[in-house]
């Protein structure tokens, strides 16, 4: 890896930030001198067909170099395959007049409308760096040496039977690409390998190969009449700012919004490199759905109203509690009812938890009492599933144990196997909001905040004693985060302990924080890893953790933890902003307005989840008023 950084590198990084958050939206400008002509050219050439009239003046291409760089065009229009063509010759003006040639010539070129910017969009690549690779045994994602595969800056060029084959960097973005085995199994079809078995596939590649190196490029994209400059694949500088984040918050609820059902339910997940909407997770079952993350989409969609105060937000939060409230059932309680939600074919304790969060969000900012009774009995449910020891019981019915029947209590052999990390924070953060808001005696509210702290005191004092082995060196608990900052409001609540552990867990966070300093990337900065040298993994959900440490700071009056965890927030913010997908980044999509307006899970891969667009939206909407 051939990037190191100076003390002054960062010292001007840190400044650049500090200045691209301190107001309005930048706005990238022409990439290169003469790039906006050059684009021009290309597309002239291709309309016309005269390309030995074209080129004759060609601005420098950085790092371009004839003896290395090979060059490509390739197209890319809604609903049609991108179409490409690649060459290396003596000079930059015969490469581009070859490749325009080649393209006209092609049966599908008469499918994209040159003659439209704003459809046909052009992208330029050309190699700038190889690297011979003797041994592709070697090879791999989180090697931190010249042998490290990383998708969307490395590609692949190869033999096989006497024949060239390239896999450009940015095919990574484009392709929806996040290993090196996804990259072997694509190319195992380029080379025609049809083996059933996906591991032989990929064996047969390796094995075929010979000639290896990795490449890496530059590359430019067209977007209307501009030319923007590519990194990973997407448009690089990016806008950044107070305005986008809020901006992109609203685009991604309305992301949401716009592809609700007409039942209440979200679309639960979108593959925009393929169109598809069957979830990868369980491709057996198109219709797959999530209760706990349909909840975690209204709640986004009552953040966007009380930023807003716009109607079809809190009308849609309705249509979507209705839905919830339709997957629930009543058990009897001593005389009193309580409700839970059953989906799948089990009660989670965390569905009732971000349940119970919407339901009271919901109270909270409409003052519509419709759903009260509901958010009553599913509180009294919570409440009884708190044990003696504050241990939760994490389901109440699930098929594989018991016989599907209601577990009134958990045996210990089965606990760990239903651990959850999560539903115990989702439970006390719908518990907190509704001792906060629904309209209870002064006795049941005690009562809730007595059981309450017996279950905070549990999770703080023995669930690290009790399973030591579920707890990874990059913390996971942002709803327990978010639960003690929302109960601190409290004061029989404020046990230093609870907030010492939010401190804890954003500390660790940030310990596992790709930053100026060592980040193998500049667009990992901000993003997390479990072990140093993992690919980037952006997190909404556990930003929305880190930012309750930084309201919980601002809570407790401690000045110097409100200036560190808001600079550690800004840079975390500014990382998920590349994950949104603009309308400028999804150039590759077959589909591009139904794509635009989310964000995705990766930096490369291109799915798309309700929780990857809830958990970010969430986070930008309490963070940016804060900027």
Same mark, same amino acid.
């Given at each position: 890896?051939?990037?190191?950084?100076?003390?002054?590198?960062?010292?001007?990084?840190?400044?650049?930030?500090?200045?691209?958050?301190?107001?309005?939206?930048?706005?990238?400008?022409?990439?290169?001198?003469?790039?906006?002509?050059?684009?021009?050219?290309?597309?002239?050439?291709?309309?016309?067909?005269?390309?030995?009239?074209?080129?004759?003046?060609?601005?420098?291409?950085?790092?371009?170099?004839?003896?290395?760089?090979?060059? $490509?065009? !390739?197209?890319? %229009?809604?609903?049609?395959?991108?179409?490409?063509? +690649? &060459? /290396? =010759?003596?000079?930059?003006?015969?490469?581009?007049?070859?490749?325009?040639?080649?393209?006209?010539?092609?049966?599908?070129?008469?499918?994209?409308?040159?003659?439209?910017?704003?459809?046909?969009?052009?992208?330029?690549? $050309?190699? !700038?760096?190889? %690297?011979?690779?003797?041994?592709?045994?070697?090879? +791999? &994602? /989180? =090697?931190?040496?010249?042998?490290?595969?990383?998708?969307?800056?490395?590609?692949?060029?190869?033999?096989?039977?006497?024949?060239?084959?390239?896999?450009?960097?940015?095919?990574?973005?484009?392709?929806?690409?996040?290993?090196?085995?996804?990259?072997?199994?694509?190319?195992?079809?380029?080379?025609?390998?049809?083996? /059933?078995?996906?591991?032989?596939?990929?064996?047969?590649?390796?094995?075929?190969?010979?000639?290896?190196?990795?490449?890496?490029?530059?590359?430019?994209?067209?977007?209307?009449?501009?030319?923007?400059?590519?990194?990973?694949?997407?448009?690089?500088?990016?806008?950044?700012?107070?305005?986008?984040?809020?901006?992109?918050?609203?685009?991604?609820?309305?992301?949401?919004?716009?592809?609700?059902?007409?039942?209440?339910?979200?679309?639960?997940?979108?593959?925009?490199?393929?169109?598809?909407?069957?979830?990868?997770?369980?491709?057996?079952?198109?219709?797959?759905?999530?209760?706990?993350?349909?909840?975690?989409?209204?709640?986004?969609?009552?953040?966007?109203?009380?930023?807003?105060?716009?109607?079809?937000?809190?009308?849609?939060?309705?249509?979507?509690?209705?839905?919830?409230?339709?997957?629930?059932?009543?058990?009897?309680?001593?005389?009193?009812?309580?409700?839970?939600?059953?989906?799948?074919?089990?009660?989670?304790?965390?569905?009732?938890?971000?349940?119970?969060?919407?339901?009271?969000?919901?109270?909270?900012?409409?003052?519509?009492?419709?759903?009260?009774?509901?958010?009553?009995?599913?509180?009294?449910?919570?409440?009884?599933?708190?044990?003696?020891?504050?241990?939760?019981?994490?389901?109440?019915?699930?098929?594989?144990?018991?016989?599907?029947?209601?577990?009134?209590?958990?045996?210990?052999?089965?606990?760990?196997?239903?651990?959850?990390?999560?539903?115990?924070?989702?439970?006390?953060?719908?518990?907190?909001?509704?001792?906060?808001?629904?309209?209870?005696?002064?006795?049941?509210?005690?009562?809730?905040?007595?059981?309450?702290?017996?279950?905070?005191?549990?999770?703080?004092?023995?669930?690290?004693?009790?399973?030591?082995?579920?707890?990874?060196?990059?913390?996971?608990?942002?709803?327990?985060?978010?639960?003690?900052?929302?109960?601190?409001?409290?004061?029989?609540?404020?046990?230093?302990?609870?907030?010492?552990?939010?401190?804890?867990?954003?500390?660790?966070?940030?310990?596992?924080?790709?930053?100026?300093?060592?980040?193998?990337?500049?667009?990992?900065?901000?993003?997390?890893?479990?072990?140093?040298?993992?690919?980037?993994?952006?997190?909404?959900?556990?930003?929305?953790?880190?930012?309750?440490?930084?309201?919980?700071?601002?809570?407790?009056?401690?000045?110097?933890?409100?200036?560190?965890?808001?600079?550690?927030?800004?840079?975390?913010?500014?990382?998920?902003?590349?994950?949104?997908?603009?309308?400028?980044?999804?150039?590759?999509?077959?589909?591009?307005?139904?794509?635009?307006?989310?964000?995705?899970?990766?930096?490369?891969?291109?799915?798309?989840?309700?929780?990857?667009?809830?958990?970010?939206?969430?986070?930008?909407?309490?963070?940016?008023?804060?900027?």
């Amino acid at each position: 890896m051939r990037k190191t950084l100076s003390a002054v590198t960062i010292l001007v990084a840190g400044l650049v930030i500090f200045l691209l958050f301190s107001g309005k939206e930048t706005t990238p400008e022409e990439p290169f001198p003469g790039a906006n002509l050059l684009f021009k050219e290309i597309r002239l050439a291709l309309q016309t067909g005269k390309e030995k009239e074209h080129f004759n003046k060609l601005p420098p291409l950085e790092r371009y170099d004839p003896g290395v760089s090979h060059l $490509y065009i !390739t197209l890319f %229009q809604a609903g049609q395959k991108p179409l490409r063509w +690649g &060459t /290396r =010759r003596d000079n930059l003006a015969a490469s581009l007049r070859r490749i325009t040639e080649k393209i006209r010539a092609h049966p599908r070129f008469r499918d994209f409308d040159m003659a439209d910017p704003s459809r046909t969009r052009i992208m330029l690549e $050309y190699l !700038t760096h190889r %690297q011979p690779i003797e041994d592709t045994s070697l090879l +791999g &994602t /989180r =090697r931190k040496d010249q042998y490290r595969f990383e998708p969307g800056i490395t590609g692949v060029h190869f033999s096989y039977q006497n024949r060239d084959y390239y896999y450009l960097p940015t095919e990574a973005y484009t392709r929806s690409h996040m290993s090196l085995n996804q990259v072997y199994d694509y190319l195992s079809r380029r080379l025609g390998f049809d083996d /059933r078995s996906r591991r032989k596939r990929i064996n047969r590649v390796k094995e075929s190969i010979s000639g290896v190196e990795l490449i890496e490029s530059r590359a430019f994209v067209s977007y209307e009449d501009k030319v923007l400059a590519l990194y990973r694949g997407y448009p690089d500088p990016y806008p950044v700012g107070k305005d986008r984040i809020q901006s992109t918050f609203l685009a991604g609820v309305d992301w949401m919004l716009g592809n609700m059902k007409p039942d209440g339910r979200f679309l639960y997940f979108y593959d925009g490199q393929a169109d598809s909407s069957d979830d990868f997770q369980h491709p057996r079952n198109p219709d797959y759905y999530n209760i706990l993350r349909h909840s975690g989409g209204t709640i986004t969609l009552l953040w966007a109203y009380k930023r807003t105060g716009e109607q079809k937000y809190l009308d849609a939060a309705r249509r979507s509690i209705e839905f919830l409230l339709h997957q629930t059932r009543t058990r009897n309680m001593d005389g009193e009812t309580g409700r839970y939600v059953f989906f799948n074919r089990k009660s989670k304790l965390g569905g009732e938890g971000i349940g119970l969060t919407a339901l009271m969000r919901y109270y909270e900012l409409s003052g519509d009492g419709r759903f009260l009774e509901a958010a009553h009995q599913m509180a009294r449910h919570l409440v009884s599933r708190i044990e003696v020891s504050g241990e939760f019981m994490t389901y109440y019915i699930h098929f594989r144990f018991n016989d599907g029947k209601p577990l009134l209590t958990i045996p210990e052999k089965d606990r760990k196997e239903l651990f959850s990390f999560y539903y115990p924070g989702e439970a006390l953060m719908g518990l907190a909001l509704y001792e906060k808001y629904a309209p209870l005696s002064d006795e049941r509210r005690a009562e809730i905040r007595a059981q309450s702290r017996k279950a905070l005191d549990f999770l703080i004092y023995e669930r690290p004693k009790k399973y030591p082995d579920q707890f990874l060196p990059l913390p996971a608990d942002g709803w327990l985060m978010q639960a003690i900052e929302e109960w601190w409001a409290r004061p029989d609540m404020r046990n230093q302990d609870y907030a010492d552990y939010v401190y804890a867990d954003a500390r660790k966070m940030i310990d596992h924080m790709y930053l100026e300093k060592n980040a193998l990337y500049k667009d990992y900065v901000g993003h997390f890893f479990y072990t140093h040298g993992d690919h980037a993994y952006p997190d909404g959900a556990r930003a929305e953790g880190l930012l309750s440490a930084y309201f919980l700071a601002k809570m407790q009056g401690r000045s110097d933890d409100i200036a560190y965890f808001r600079h550690y927030n800004r840079k975390v913010a500014r990382a998920l902003l590349q994950t949104y997908n603009s309308p400028e980044s999804v150039y590759f999509a077959p589909n591009p307005d139904r794509l635009a307006g989310s964000f995705r899970f990766k930096l490369t891969r291109q799915w798309v989840r309700v929780d990857s667009v809830q958990h970010t939206a969430c986070f930008f909407a309490r963070l940016y008023p804060e900027l």
